[in-house]
């Protein structure tokens, strides 16, 4: 669940890029957001790595989630 949690906590640091003529898309989590809120919350070594590593398996769940949304509605 705290991995849920990091992932939510995150996404306002998660930017958006302009798809061309087509809809925003979003990026991946900043490496530099994941630290610092690992930081702050006391976590290091294998469970930092976990924590990067759940947040991109999320973030390519969400992606792709994101990109059958935006077929379904062209």
């Known amino acids: 669940m705290w991995l ?3 992932w939510q906590g995150l996404s306002s640091e998660r ?3 302009a798809g061309g003529m ?3 898309m979003p990026s991946e989590t900043p490496f530099r957001a994941a630290l610092a809120w690992a930081d702050h919350r006391g976590i290091y ?3 930092r790595d ?6 991109r398996a999320i973030d390519g769940e969400f992606f792709a989630a994101h990109s059958d949304r ?4 062209q």
């Open 22 to 24: 087509g809809p925003m």
């Open 70 to 73: 935006v077929k379904a509605s």
């Open 4 to 6: 849920w949690a990091a």
């Open 50 to 55: 976990l924590l990067l590593d759940g947040l």
């Open 45 to 47: 070594g294998a469970d």
């Open 15 to 17: 930017p958006w890029i």
